[in-house]
């Protein structure tokens, strides 16, 4: 079956320690996203790729960073600079950038901060 | 920027009735692609339905259906005939059709949580 993959489903950090989050797709989709959603809001865009070696910032950039070495993979590590990590990190991914295009969903990781 | 607001944090519906959920975004495009999502308490988000603002006929998926009223900037989700794994969290998304503009994003509302009583 095809779909996007997170690893872990929850994670657990000390503070000042980076971590890296997982996504996976074989979807064979060139576009692919990270959003954070905290409680009682909706999702946030953190960071976006449409192909392979090319990602884009989103509206909260700031303390993540990412790479796209292969066209399945997208993982988004937040780094100490982030201020407020903890939250729940959604992956997503597209056929394209184009906005007909649907966006499907991983699961999501639970990361906590303490 | 866009803005999606959802003026109802919480709703519930009785098993087998019928409950419509608000939302009211704002935008000065006149082409856009809006998004009703479901979040279950599994957490994966789930694509309800979409419409195309430059179609005028309201989109129909099954026992979900939405009235895009496009002047008033309006496009509530009805959901028809409630079952019991209907009760989620539901988001309503815009997504802007321009590319390399930094609008290749889903914008959210906040979310309703809707409960089915049974």
């Known amino acids: 079956d095809g779909g996007i993959t997170q690893s872990p489903k929850y994670l657990f950090r000390k503070e000042g320690q980076n971590v890296t989050l997982s996504c996976e797709q074989n979807?064979?989709?060139?576009?692919m996203y990270w959003y954070r959603q905290d409680p009682g809001q909706g999702l946030r865009l953190i960071y976006y790729?449409?192909?392979?070696?090319?990602?884009q910032k989103g509206d909260i950039a700031e303390g993540y960073s990412v790479s796209r070495e292969k066209k399945e993979s997208f993982p988004l590590t937040v780094t100490s600079a982030q201020k407020n990590p903890t939250a729940f990190y959604l992956c997503?991914?597209?056929?394209?950038?184009?906005?007909?295009?649907?966006?499907?969903f991983g699961p999501g990781t639970r990361l906590t901060v303490t | 920027a866009q803005t999606v607001t959802q003026s109802q944090p919480e709703m519930s519906v009785q098993e087998a009735e019928t409950v419509t959920l608000s939302c009211t975004y704002d935008t000065s495009e006149s082409d856009y692609y809006l998004f009703w999502y479901k979040q279950p308490p599994s957490r994966q988000m789930i694509l309800v339905i979409r419409?195309?603002?430059?179609?005028?006929q309201n989109a129909t998926e099954n026992r979900f259906s939405v009235n895009f009223q496009k002047a008033a900037k309006s496009f509530s989700l009805k959901i028809s005939d409630s079952q019991l794994g209907d009760a989620a969290m539901y988001f309503c998304?815009?997504?802007?059709?321009?590319?390399?503009?930094?609008?290749?994003?889903?914008?959210f509302g906040k979310g309703t949580k809707l409960t089915v009583n049974p």
């Open positions: 979807l064979n989709h060139d576009a």
């Open positions: 998304a815009y997504r802007s059709p321009i590319i390399n503009g930094g609008s290749e994003k889903l914008v």
């Open positions: 419409q195309e603002a430059y179609k005028q």
């Open positions: 997503a991914s597209s056929i394209g950038l184009r906005a007909s295009y649907e966006q499907y």
């Open positions: 790729s449409q192909i392979v070696n090319d990602f």
